[in-house]
């Protein structure tokens, strides 16, 4: 019996489970091997997803694309457990899998040694993340969203350290309240409509008697408030760089990706339920998004130029992309949303290059020494030592050398500078608010625009300076020069992070043309609510229902 190609829809979710449950079979000691399977498990992965990147673009139409519907049980819509494959879908699938190798490959130096079922937990995180991007109702996204934060808790704690355990107990009390708040939200929902399969919510919300609309509201804006808290919104973002800074490195290079899930859910179902009923105004709640993305990237451009740590350097560069996310979707405008949705793809690939990069660099460094340089620093009397003459002349060494030109990298990908793709997406979103047709509002500009332009520029200049500052401190000024022992499998997968998005820069036509596709679909959801309620169930080949 041949397998049709929407089988394959299921397999980033079985491929994991199966996976991380047959490592538990063996002995932790068995590290090469569990390392193995891991490695060899997101490659495939990987291959797969781009197949159903491919499904989903090219085998559609450019301004619907392909929704491919997966019913589990073979029950009819909505009353089946259902899989959406469409590009928006597809591409955080892709974009999963990208992060994983080089986090999975990275840890093989040394931290899948640091605590047990490293590999189980890690593969069980795949699967949390891939069906929470492929789910297509609320429930289910749930289950999956709880099993992400299960895996994502035991990875936090792996190792040890009074820091990591702390800032880890912390991150388990937030996302429990965060379920706590997940599920009431949920609750409220299938109480007013009785339904929690999205697409037939599209259909039953704008039919929802006015006077339980308040509890559909209220239900709505809970769930908002569990995944902004997933996301990072300001004041809802208080565990974020704490927790990111004291997980191992390939940890938050992953979790670099778990705060895009609630960006992706907000966006998602944001646009799916309310851009357009006929009881409410147009986008409920994206004024929130705006004034919510604003505050954020303001208090992420403060924590960067407030940290002497590159830890929370980082922490506080995830602050600013989900900040700039959830901007950007409040604009509510397809051409911001496109460069907004490349512009994720770039920040997150960014991000966890830089936390890799970060270890690295830690390890030759004196953290007495660094304090002391901070301290000559603010007290200016750094400039009075006479240079020693053995010092001129010294060629860096290799592994130096490679480590700064990485930095370097990361530095103009997190400013937004030419020639890499973090300049290619903030320039996308920047045309795209100073286009006053885009707006519909008779050839003007809203002021939103304008503040946000300000706000990107403003974040950008603060990301240059910060880590200018920070690559002085490393690089140039050491109070002693240290050279890291760096293994080639751990610096491999920095360089081949910042590879993608030279690929991405040097690709960023088709690419930008993905995102606009993939934004002009998310706008006019039809196709996904077709897709899904008049999704056939599958019929038994003739030759058997003969027999």
């Excluded at 980033?12 to 079979?25: E, Q």
């Excluded at 009074?162 to 708040?181: C, D, E, M």
């Excluded at 004291?246 to 998602?268: N, T």
């Excluded at 910042?498 to 993939?518: D, K, N, S």
Aim: proline letters at 5%; hydrophobic letters at 55%; glycine letters at 10%.
């Amino acid at each position: 019996m041949s397998v049709a190609p929407q089988h394959l829809v299921i397999a980033p979710i079985l491929l994991p489970l199966v996976a991380g449950a047959l490592l538990l079979f063996f002995d932790d000691r068995e590290r090469l091997l569990k390392a193995t399977v891991s490695i060899l498990t997101s490659v495939a992965l990987l291959a797969i997803s781009l197949l159903l990147l491919r499904m989903a673009h090219a085998d559609g139409e450019p301004d619907k694309g392909r929704v491919v519907v997966y019913l589990l049980g073979n029950w009819p819509p909505p009353f089946a457990i259902n899989l959406v494959l469409d590009r928006l879908s597809a591409m955080m699938l892709v974009l999963t899998s990208l992060l994983a190798i080089p986090s999975l490959v990275f840890s093989i130096g040394r931290w899948h040694r640091a605590g047990p079922h490293f590999h189980t937990l890690f593969m069980f995180l795949l699967m949390g993340l891939n069906g929470a991007f492929l789910t297509g109702d609320l429930f289910n996204l749930f289950v999956f969203f709880e099993i992400m934060l299960a895996a994502s808790y035991g990875l936090m704690l792996h190792s040890s350290g009074t820091q990591r355990v702390k800032a880890g107990l912390h991150y388990i009390a937030i996302n429990l309240l965060s379920a706590l708040l997940f599920l009431t939200g949920v609750a409220l929902i299938y109480g007013t409509t009785g339904t929690l399969n999205m697409a037939d919510l599209a259909i039953r919300i704008p039919l929802v008697d006015p006077g339980s609309r308040i509890f559909l509201e209220t239900g709505a804006a809970i769930l908002g408030v569990a995944f902004l808290i997933k996301a990072g919104m300001w004041p809802l973002s208080f565990w974020l760089p704490t927790t990111y800074t004291a997980a191992p490195a390939p940890v938050a290079a992953i979790f670099a990706i778990l705060s895009k899930v609630g960006v992706y859910v907000i966006l998602r179902l944001s646009l799916l339920f309310f851009v357009e009923t006929p009881d409410s105004s147009p986008g409920f709640g994206s004024w929130l998004l705006f004034v919510g993305g604003m505050a954020t990237i303001a208090f992420g451009t403060f924590g960067v130029l407030a940290s002497q740590a590159l830890g929370r350097l980082a922490g506080f560069s995830v602050l600013v992309s989900s900040g700039t996310l959830l901007a950007t979707m409040g604009l509510l405008q397809v051409d911001v949303t496109a460069g907004a949705l490349f512009y994720l793809v770039s920040s997150t690939l960014t991000i966890g290059a830089f936390f890799l990069l970060i270890e690295l660099i830690e390890r030759g460094q004196d953290s007495i020494a660094n304090v002391l340089a901070v301290t000559m620093e603010a007290f200016g009397e750094d400039g009075d030592e006479e240079e020693e003459e053995e010092v001129v002349g010294v060629s860096i060494p290799g592994t130096l050398a490679i480590l700064g030109i990485s930095f370097g990298a990361c530095a103009i990908l997190l400013a937004g500078l030419p020639p890499l793709s973090g300049f290619v997406a903030k320039f996308a979103m920047l045309t795209a608010m100073l286009n006053p047709d885009g707006f519909g509002q008779g050839g003007t500009i809203p002021q939103s625009a304008w503040w946000l332009v300000a706000m990107l520029i403003a974040s950008g200049l603060a990301a240059l300076i910060s880590m200018s500052r920070a690559g002085i401190r490393a690089f140039w000024a050491p109070l002693e020069v240290r050279v890291p022992r760096v293994l080639l499998i751990e610096i491999a997968p920095v360089v081949g992070l910042l590879f993608l998005t030279l690929a991405l820069t040097t690709q960023a036509g088709p690419v930008m043309r993905y995102m606009e596709a993939t934004a002009t679909s998310l706008y006019a959801p039809q196709s996904y609510i077709e897709g899904v309620m008049e999704a056939p169930r599958a019929t038994r080949p003739q030759r058997e229902q003969g027999e």
